[in-house]
């Protein structure tokens, strides 16, 4: 439910007066069922029954959201100057509740419900919320259209933070200057239709920090204790405890980005060719991010801090073409996008590297791992089933067999493959094998219009970007895991050229040291996607006026089509984040109309 309200008023010339008002309500309520179900085991002996009991779940949770924006604008000419100034007032709240009501052992496994469930009742009940207070003004100014100046800034305040450092600041600044007005680029009208160069210098605040399941963190500085059933019984029960809180900081506040950006608009033979380029430098200071690490008798992980600054260098270039012949109208575009960060500053002096791990001077999206070199093989084992001098095992190893994964080996330990201390002054065989980040993301844009119909194409891709699967797509041999046909090349003596390493029964410790982040099952996340082909039609304008209609438009349209890349079917690019528990993006096909009063 969204209710908006707008105010306008005028009451001197060049004074406008805007007041607006947004409500929001948001309300999900979603069923969990889990059956029992019946699986076949990993070493092939039949059809097994699940332990797991059977469940039943209900939940519910509403937003209120409230916004206000309270803003005026003045504008004036005199001579060649143009000045324009905004300033304005901005306040939004939210309010959220949500409720959980969940039990086992289903009865009716046809008709599941709460009620017909003899498991323990689980409830618990939740809100929060949050409020934003800003202030915020806009100045610009130009000159004969050809020198352009703009200043704008907010001091905004959020409930996330502790009072004594709930506001802050924000400025930005930006020049532009359109050499094309200039009177000594007059011989170059015939083919340059504007060329402006622009640099600015900004600010911005983030007071979002995101809890583990990504949703954002409203109470972020006040300890929570979360409330659930004892692991102990108490007169043959259990009771109700509360967990140890987390340790917070008190002190933490905005996290500020800087960026400084430099850029130019080329529009060439009477508009009809359009570049636009930037290159920026982004520093993100103060990021909110697990201080200094704890001993580990506290008990407890670091609390989060303004502790890390990361810098960010990127550039984006945009280039399309438009034109007619006779009746039919054409257009292609086409941008590119890259940026690469690295972290600046972090307190970790041990140089550790590792999941949700960061130190000075990493490149975010790195991947630590080792070197694939091939499988071992029976020419690598004595009679007796030992390894023969010089073929090294990965330390902590089983017993090795042929069909198991060998690394490289780069330090100079003959006899073992290991990870050392899994710092950068001691990485073992580990190296950087790759980068999660993507990088070249890039679009195409194309259409062609005649009379009325119109076709519009989109595409859109990445160029380069490193992946680790850790879905049940990638190994074969996961215990509790499904087999896919992507999975079944994996290493028999009859199949020695396998991709996969040998299948164990169970997921026995060999299993782990095959499974090693390695260069051989790195996946290449590159790919090219049909994201949208539009077909329309739009009725003359003739044809529309006699029926009283400004316009009609009748389209068919389609979206994510076709996607070219290097991962197995099913596998979504644009899910990856997401992990192995997220459905792909489907085909959607519209046909609909459009109509205009």
């Not at 307190?347 to 590792?354: K, Q, R």
């Not at 080792?370 to 023969?388: E, H, I, Q, S």
């Amino acid at each position: 439910l969204r209710a908006l309200g707008r105010i306008i008023l005028s009451p001197l010339k060049g004074l406008k007066i805007t007041g607006e008002y947004t409500y929001n309500r948001t309300t999900e309520q979603n069923k969990f069922y889990k059956n029992k179900y019946q699986y076949i085991g990993m070493n092939f002996t039949g059809v097994l029954n699940s332990t797991e009991n059977s469940s039943y779940a209900v939940t519910s949770k509403y937003t209120d959201y409230n916004a206000v924006n309270l803003f005026a604008n003045y504008d004036m000419t005199f001579g060649k100057h143009d000045i324009s100034v905004m300033g304005g007032y901005n306040q939004e709240s939210s309010h959220t509740e949500s409720q959980y009501s969940y039990r086992t052992d289903v009865v009716v496994g046809s008709l599941p419900s709460l009620s017909l469930s003899t498991g323990t009742p689980i409830t618990n009940d939740a809100f929060e919320e949050f409020a934003i207070r800003g202030l915020f003004y806009r100045v610009n100014y130009s000159y004969a259209g050809k020198y352009l100046l703009e200043a704008n800034g907010r001091y905004d305040g959020t409930s996330r933070f502790p009072k004594n450092s709930r506001f802050g600041f924000f400025p930005s600044f930006s020049a532009g200057w359109r050499i094309s007005e200039e009177n000594f680029m007059k011989t170059t009208n015939e083919w340059l239709s504007n060329l402006k160069l622009r640099a600015s210098w900004g600010s911005i605040g983030n007071q979002v920090i995101l809890k583990s399941d990504n949703t954002p963190d409203n109470y972020p500085y006040i300890p929570d204790m979360n409330v659930y059933l004892s692991n102990w019984l108490v007169d043959g029960q259990k009771v109700t405890t509360l967990g140890a809180p987390a340790m917070v900081s008190s002190s933490f506040g905005w996290e500020k980005v800087y960026t400084l950006d430099f850029g130019f608009d080329l529009d060439l033979f009477n508009n009809k060719l359009n570049t636009t380029f930037d290159w920026y430098r982004r520093d993100t200071k103060g990021m909110l991010a697990p201080g200094m690490e704890l001993p580990g008798v506290v008990g407890a992980s670091a609390a989060k801090q303004n502790a890390a600054d990361l810098k960010t260098y990127g550039w984006e270039l945009k280039i399309n073409w438009h034109d007619r012949i006779g009746d039919v109208g054409y257009r292609v575009g086409f941008n590119l996008y890259d940026s690469q960060s690295e972290i600046t500053k972090y307190d970790n002096e041990a140089g550790l590297f590792g999941k949700d791990l960061y130190r000075k001077g990493m490149k975010l999206g790195e991947i630590w791992g080792y070197v694939t070199d091939r499988f071992y093989t029976t020419d690598d084992f004595n009679a007796d089933g030992t390894l023969k001098p010089g073929i090294p095992m990965f330390k902590g190893a089983g017993t090795v067999y042929p069909g198991d994964i060998l690394y490289k080996n780069f330090d100079d330990d003959t006899e073992f493959i290991f990870e050392g201390d899994n710092t950068i002054h001691n990485p073992g065989d580990q190296r950087i094998i790759g980068n999660n980040t993507p990088r070249y993301q890039y679009g195409i844009t194309a259409g062609v219009s005649y009379k009325g119909f119109d076709l519009s194409i989109f595409l859109r891709g990445v160029g380069k970007r490193d992946y680790w699967r850790t879905d049940q797509m990638a190994w074969p041999n996961g215990s509790w895991g499904s087999l896919f046909k992507e999975t079944l090349d994996f290493w028999t003596p009859d199949n020695p050229d396998a991709f996969y390493p040998r299948v164990y029964p169970q997921n026995e410790t060999n299993t782990k040291f095959n499974q090693k982040v390695q260069t051989k099952y790195l996946a290449n996340a590159a790919y090219l996607k049909i994201q949208n082909i539009t077909l329309s039609y739009s009725l003359p304008k003739n044809i529309c006026q006699k029926i009283y209609m400004d316009n009609i438009r009748v389209f068919v349209s389609g979206e994510n089509l076709h996607t070219w890349d290097h991962l197995p079917e099913g596998m979504e690019s644009d899910m990856l984040s997401k992990g192995a528990w997220e459905y792909p993006f489907m085909k959607k096909y519209s046909l609909g109309i459009n109509v205009t009063f």
